[in-house]
């Protein structure tokens, strides 16, 4: 009889062919000049010297933690808000949490052409025509082609999609906070801040684990809003590292640099998500 793990072999093989063989290959192509056709040589760690040399690149990673800050904090801070919103006895509940979801299952590229006419230039169009109409005219902008304004305006975009789904996470763990729990604090005397801050939000570590953890990856990672909306711009404004490595390949056919650049940014994520998953683990042990 054959031993179980044997089961196994079908799916790793199809795993070993679609990802380790694809990750390996690029892995290699990252220290090579290749350009996507013909020979190509290898060049030791030049790529990985001229993505820092390389002002498109060196912006666009301070532009990807900013945007990942950005993200985490706001869109957390509103999904729980969002959560503890709901996670109450009002008749509308269910039909909220529905419409603050709804947003995340859009395709965030459907969102990015939304938002990009709320953003409209134009006096009279989108958000520039709703703040004329009650009398905030001079906080009139060019919200994408402003290189001050462009990255926020982007990051507000993706908060807005995700924050519901932020949400349904933070709303998942409050129904796991024990009735009882509450009402032995309000027994002793506590008030809502400090039912919340002592009972509540230490049972939440799980889930501002989870929230966290994918919030700060999609960040990182961030593409598809960002280059629908502003294509990186204006100038490298709006810049992240996933657009500098798809411009790099598919526009300017440098496949062995924008290898490098995406070696880096995995290695980044991975980085930076090892960290969080040591420090969000600890705060769950000692919640």
């Known amino acids: 009889m054959l ?39 290898f060049v030791g ?26 993200i985490v904090l706001v ?18 509940r269910a039909l909220l949490r529905v419409i603050f979801f709804a947003p995340a299952v859009v395709s965030p590229v459907m969102v990015a052409f939304l938002w990009k006419y709320v953003y409209n230039p134009k ?14 005219g001079s906080w009139r902008q060019d919200w994408l082609g402003d290189p001050d304004l462009a990255l926020w305006s982007v990051a507000f975009m993706v908060v ?25 604090a309000m027994i002793d005397g506590a008030g809502r801040w400090q039912r919340f801050r002592h009972v509540t939000w230490p049972l939440l570590a799980p889930a501002v684990t989870v929230n966290v953890m994918l919030s700060t990856i999609g960040g990182l990672k961030l593409f598809d809003q960002v ?16 657009t500098v490595l798809y411009k790099q390949a598919f526009v300017f056919g440098n496949y062995g640099y924008s290898t490098a650049i995406a070696l880096v ?8 998500s090892l960290v969080q998953v040591q420090l969000l683990r600890g705060r769950e042990v000692t919640a």
Request: proline share 5%; glycine share 12%; no cysteine.
């Open 3 to 41: 031993p179980p793990w044997w089961f196994a072999v079908p799916a790793l093989l199809v795993y070993a062919v679609v990802v380790l063989y694809p990750t390996g290959t690029g892995v290699v192509y990252a220290f090579t000049d290749w350009t996507g056709i013909g020979d190509w040589s």
């Open 45 to 70: 760690f030049d790529n990985f010297t001229k993505l820092w040399d390389d002002d498109a690149a060196r912006g666009s990673v301070v532009n990807t933690l900013l945007l990942t800050i950005a």
């Open 75 to 92: 869109q957390n801070g509103i999904g729980l808000l969002l959560a503890l919103g709901v996670h109450t006895h009002i008749k509308s």
């Open 123 to 136: 006096p009279g169009e989108g958000l520039n025509g709703l703040l004329g109409a009650i009398g905030l």
């Open 160 to 184: 807005w999609q995700f924050a519901g789904y932020s949400m349904v996470i933070f709303l998942a763990g409050l129904e796991s906070v024990p009735d009882n729990l509450h009402e032995a």
């Open 227 to 242: 280059y629908a909306a502003t294509n990186g711009g204006p100038g490298y404004a709006s810049e992240t590292l996933s």
């Open 265 to 272: 940014l995995a290695l980044f994520v991975s980085a930076i």
